[in-house]
């Protein structure tokens, strides 16, 4: 079984930068390893994924050159570097483990983390 654990959410104002942590515990992370968001009264969705073998990344169109996702092998911790945050970007913040054949779908993924509440005050 793994357990995933997200911190470093927070309050910031916009324009600033916040790094979430997702580390798992219990086994080694293997395959892709996703960020999804859910914000108040709308669907989760795709932040991005890297894929821990390789290190490749996906991001979502509505991130893409302000987000970057990486990894820490030797933690096994990933990170999502969130930069010239948006009041758009308020939400809680999960990451999941284990997708892999797509790293958009929810679905695809085996094991979630329990969230992190992120929110950008403008």
């Known amino acids: 079984q793994v357990q995933l654990v997200e911190s470093g959410g927070g309050l910031v104002q916009a324009g600033g930068s916040l790094r979430l942590s997702c580390t798992a515990s219990g086994r080694t992370f293997s395959n892709l390893v996703g960020w999804f968001r859910q914000a108040p009264g709308e669907e989760r969705e795709v932040v991005g994924a890297?894929?821990?073998?390789?290190?490749?990344?996906y991001d979502s169109d509505s991130v893409k050159g302000r987000f970057t996702i990486s990894r820490d092998n030797a933690k096994n911790t990933v990170y999502l570097q969130m930069n010239s945050l948006k009041p758009e970007d308020t939400a809680v913040y999960y990451c999941?483990?284990?997708?892999?054949?797509?790293?958009?779908?929810?679905?695809?993924?085996?094991?979630w983390g329990q969230g992190t509440q992120v929110t950008v005050s403008s």
């Open positions: 999941a483990a284990g997708a892999r054949y797509s790293y958009s779908q929810q679905r695809a993924y085996t094991y």
């Open positions: 890297i894929s821990w073998s390789t290190g490749r990344t």
